[in-house]
């Protein structure tokens, strides 16, 4: 009993680097390259949508219209059309900051288009601590006013978004959710995410942040099965407004050179693009979540635990199965919760996991050499 007692000690070394590591900043780092390489080869949910269409400024229409940027009667056009086709909800992911006054033939046609559709949600932009708002802070009729942020990690890439954000604080919600607010209102009420430190809001002039989510997997299987369709070509009345009814339609520049696009691991995707794939998976219920460092900790730990007591304890061989089961279970937990919403990160297990490896090894090394 007494050399069992000493053996399970001998857990406390790895057990205690577990710990460390997941509290460490190691685990972003590691967290990234681990979701780059399931965002390529892992979707975690069916992408079989059917609510979402897209419309593309593309380089096709601008040529048509004169050029960017475009007056606001096409854009109004636009959601005329869509009007009469009776979508479920127009997302215009262009910023309408300036307004010319009501004396604006072009502004009014699109004022008045957006109020007659009544289910248009407008981007707000934010710069040098100002929030600017569609048609200079113009009260809107007809539109919601989302934030349309995508921040980039120091990498330059694209992993991570923010359910809501603002200046002061983060009363604006995103662009798909507030689209979800108005195709399925019922959903919109519930949704997850990491909140943002208590102290970080409501208390400065700054950008803040709240409800993080990491872009879900699988925006290339999604777009593959996305229909779209050229802004010339929904203007002019060439688009089946039977393919339009009862969908979200995500309006959004689709040219390169007008606006770049993000880069993901799944290759570059312009912000109309991501937001649409954003707004289908929490229509599906879906939103993945980054967790708590500690929760990583305790699968770490546990998982550590039953790893080593199989490596460096002497037990019944039933015993030693029982925790060779329990062990891998756990480490395949972090890999479910992705498929559920939850993300976990597995670098506490796997410090932890490689340490008793090394130990267990060891021992068995020691154990060979030593005499009969």
């Known amino acids: ?15 205690l680097c577990v710990v460390m590591a997941g509290l460490s900043s190691l685990p972003e780092t590691f967290d990234r390259f681990i979701y780059d390489a399931l965002a390529r080869h892992y979707s975690p949910i069916n992408f079989q949508d059917r609510s979402v269409v897209l ?40 910023a309408f900051i300036a307004y010319g006054g009501p004396q604006n033939a072009s502004d009014n046609a699109l004022l ?62 995103n662009v798909p959710l507030a689209t979800l607010s108005i195709y399925a209102p019922v959903k919109a009420d519930d949704f997850s995410g990491l909140r943002s430190p208590y102290l970080n809001l409501g208390f400065s002039r700054r950008w803040s942040r709240d409800y993080e ?25 060439q688009v089946d407004s039977g393919t339009l009814k009862n969908k979200a339609v995500f309006i959004g520049i689709a040219d390169a050179q007008l606006e770049p696009k993000k880069a993901l691991a799944q290759g570059m995707f312009s912000a109309t693009e991501i937001h649409a794939f954003n707004f289908a998976v929490l229509n599906k219920g879906y939103a993945l979540s980054p967790s708590l460092p500690i929760w990583a900790v305790a699968l770490g730990v546990l998982a550590t635990f039953c790893v080593g007591l199989v490596g460096l304890v002497t037990m019944p061989i039933w015993l030693k199965l029982s925790f060779i089961v329990t062990g891998g279970i756990l480490v395949t937990v972090p890999l479910m919760m992705v498929s559920v919403g939850y993300w976990l990160s597995y670098l506490p297990m796997l410090v932890g996991l490689v340490l008793v490896s090394i130990m267990s090894g060891a021992r068995f090394l020691l154990a060979k050499k030593s005499p009969e």
Do not use: C
């Not at 009993?1 to 406390?12: A, D, G, P, T």
């Not at 601008?62 to 050029?67: H, I, R, T, Y």
């Not at 854009?75 to 005329?80: F, N, R």
């Open 1 to 15: 009993m007494l050399v069992r007692f000493k053996q399970i000690l001998l857990l406390i070394p790895p057990l």
């Open 55 to 94: 419309i593309d400024i593309d380089r096709r229409s601008l040529e048509a219209f004169s050029g960017w940027p475009l007056d606001r009667s096409i854009h109004a056009q636009a959601i005329e059309q869509l009007s009469s086709a009776q979508v479920s909800s127009v997302t215009y992911n262009v």
């Open 112 to 173: 008045s288009a957006i109020r007659q559709n009544g289910k248009v949600i407008l981007p707000m932009l934010a710069e040098k601590n100002q929030e600017l708002l569609p048609f200079n802070g113009l009260k809107l009729s007809g539109a919601k006013v989302a934030h349309s942020e995508l921040p980039l990690d120091s990498d330059e890439m694209l992993r991570r978004n923010y359910m809501h954000a603002g200046i002061g604080f983060p009363r604006w919600p």
């Open 213 to 237: 989510v990491l872009i879900p997997l699988g925006v290339d299987k999604f777009l593959q099965q996305t229909p779209r369709y050229s802004l010339v070509d929904l203007v002019t009345g």
